[in-house]
């Protein structure tokens, strides 16, 4: 029972830490950094995570799109005419950063290709 509960411990430890790392704005590797957490585990957790609240699985399947989050813009504060990159995360942790004036066909075509499972 003991085991049980430690997990659930984690677990609401774990989604605390990925909300919070949402919000933030900040890539996963800085995130850790600041939280002194590996990325690894954020990583593997992210994915249980998702998995425990019903994200099928993918293994040998490929889905017929890839699947999005909800898109939040976070601008740095700077005054640059250089428009500021969007980053896309992928649900597998793969990450593709583009320009604001990116062409729509071609970062279906690239998330399309980021989704494909691993070898």
Wanted: net charge positive; aromatic share 8%; hydrophobic share 35%.
């Amino acid at each position: 029972m003991a085991r049980w509960q430690r997990d659930r411990a984690k677990e609401r430890s774990w989604r605390r830490h990925v909300a919070r790392w949402q919000r933030s704005g900040l890539s996963v590797r800085d995130y850790c950094a600041a939280e002194g957490l590996t990325e690894g585990n954020f990583y593997a957790w992210r994915r249980a995570l998702l998995e425990r609240d019903g994200e099928p699985k993918r293994r040998g399947r490929r889905p017929a799109t890839p699947a999005f989050l909800p898109v939040r813009i976070v601008s740095d504060g700077a005054t640059s005419t250089t428009p500021a990159p969007v980053e896309v995360v992928c649900v597998n942790g793969r990450v593709l950063r583009v320009g604001r004036d990116f062409d729509p066909q071609v970062v279906r075509q690239l998330l399309a290709l980021l989704e494909e499972p691993v070898c």
